[in-house]
Structure formats: C-alpha cells, structure tokens
C-alpha cells in the first residue's frame, strides 16, 4: 500500500516501504499464492486492466516523496529483483542482518 501511495500523493514527508508490491502484473506467475491475487483481481490474462490500474510501478514517476525500500531475499512472495526494475533512481543500501536489502529513491533535492 505504501508503494501505491507514493505514487498517487505527496502528502507525506517519507515513506518507508517493507516488502511491499511494485509490479502487480509482474508478480502473479512467481508468487506463492496465485490464489489471493487472483480472488481479488480476476486472472490476470482475462482482466489485466486489474492489475495495471493498481500496480504502483506505473507511477514511479510522480513519486516526489522521499522513500526507503527495505525487501530481503528470502521473501518467497516479493521477489526483490522486482524492485530494481523502477530505474536509476534506486540505489542499494547497506546489508541488513535479516538478509534484507535497504533501496532509497533519490529525489534530486
């Protein structure tokens, strides 16, 4: 959710994002549970639009709100590899203890 609404408001100072979803319409073959999406989007080859209209890596863009993205390896049902694909804006942080991966979105301020 924090994903989603970093790209529709700038309401907030920060946003910090824990594992959180990037690509809706990415993710449904690799999840481990096809099932919930699939409740409540519909399949995502029949009604793709479901999953587009809700995928906040299409509004990466009108992102102003400064981000920390923290996503570790071992999450089986977010795959961190997703969260490189939202540009160069994104660096790596330090490796946290978890396994988890620290992303920051710069701003440019």
């Not at 073959?29 to 009604?47: N, V």
């Not at 977010?78 to 942080?93: D, E, F, I, K, L």
Request: with cysteine.
């Amino acid at each position: 959710m924090a994903n989603w609404i970093a790209g529709h408001t700038d309401r907030f100072s920060a946003i910090v994002s824990h594992a959180g979803l990037w690509a809706l319409d990415q993710m449904f073959a690799t999840t481990d549970l096809p099932s919930f999406w699939r409740r409540h989007f519909g399949d995502p080859l029949a009604q793709p639009g479901r999953y587009l209209e809700n995928s906040p890596n299409l509004h990466v863009a009108a992102i102003r709100t400064p981000m920390l993205v923290i996503h570790g390896d071992k999450d089986y049902r977010s795959r961190s590899a997703r969260h490189c694909a939202c540009g160069p804006t994104w660096r790596a942080g330090p490796r946290m203890p978890s396994s988890s991966t620290s992303r920051t979105r710069t701003t440019g301020s």
